[in-house]
């Protein structure tokens, strides 16, 4: 089995992620981790912050020579931002600064059950792990994840199709999503220039009046084969465990597996991907792609296509109405250094979550402790289907 692990908060000394079970001698390159973290940082609407930040990986185990060796690979990215935040929240002892308390709860936040719940007045201890810095971590994992995925010729990419009201009104093309994934400058991670200066007009809008925006990005991952994932059972349905994958992102409140949410409004003969085959080519293939790549739970064979619904960002500079813990007054939420819109970084965050899960279920399937062995059984898998 495939597992990992995060730990780190926004303000500690570092975000830590383990991924175990991964197959020895996949190779590893450490610069395309630290460009999956840069894309992280990117993206207009961004807050303070992720100008301090700029993430670089340190792989600390289970890679050597370039490739895994088979163990356990952790991984460290440390915060500069540390060095400012090491008096406020020491591992020991109280520190000689300003704890930074947070006492008024912000709407949308974790802040006020996680205080509850953990039994602290101060929701500094709970915001600290809450916070979507935790999401470096993952994506770090799926850059591993992604790096193992194309051993198989499968590759996983997002673009933005929404901001607010400003939505993209046409289908990208893979082309499309590989340029936007080498580009060196991102604005909003959207295929059409026109389409992502309008997305950029409704952030300026939040900018100026202290509000914030929320949005939708697609995953499409490519190069999957059919027969990952199983319908079997609730907890063996691949569109289950990449819904489950995407909504435990930050923010995230909603997905979409293929056309969900325009399937829900149309007649069953509109929306069903019908079946033909090549008899020269002898295979399989569909008039559309509407399912997004997944029926009964299974991979088909088509690309997967999974968008995240991202709620607008909860911290605001017109902070909304709260209650003062220690007194019980009415007051206006805390406001913390705050990003305003973060739909391209949410696509990059998605793109990791979706990898990770794609290569949980290729390794149930293909699963061997060596990259060759787990080749082989996929090799002959494909035989087996090439030949059905
Ligand atoms: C990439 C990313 C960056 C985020 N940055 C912020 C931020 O700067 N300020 C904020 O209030 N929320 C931010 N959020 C959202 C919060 O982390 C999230 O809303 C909060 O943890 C509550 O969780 P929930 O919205 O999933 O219920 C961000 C989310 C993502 C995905």
Known sequence: MLRFETAGESHGECLVATLTGLPASV???????????WRRQQGFGRGGRMKIETDQVEIVSGVRHSITIGSPVAMIIRNKDWKNWSNILPVEGEGDGDRKPVTKPRPGHADL?????YDFMDARYILERASARETTSRVAVGALCKQFLAQFGIGVLSHVVQVGTAQLEREATWQELEGLHSREEVLLNCVDGETEQRMKEVIDVAYRTGDTVGGVFEVVARGVPVGLGSHIAWDTRLDGRLAQAIVSMQAVKGVEVGSAREQAREYGSKVQDTIHYDKEEKRFHRGSN????????????????VRGLLKPISTLRRPLESVDLTTRESTAAAYERSDIAVVPAAGVIGEAMVAIV???????????????????NYDHYIEQVRNY
Do not use: C, H, M
Request: hydrophobic content about 35%.
């Open 27 to 37: 190779p590893i390159s450490v610069a395309q981790v630290n460009r999956e973290l």
């Open 113 to 117: 059950a996680g205080g509850i719940k």
């Open 290 to 305: 509407k399912a997004g790549g997944l029926e009964g739970g299974i991979t088909n064979g088509s690309d997967i296509y």
């Open 358 to 376: 794609l290569a949980q279920a290729l390794l149930e399937k293909f699963g061997g402790d060596s990259l060759r062995e787990t080749k082989r």
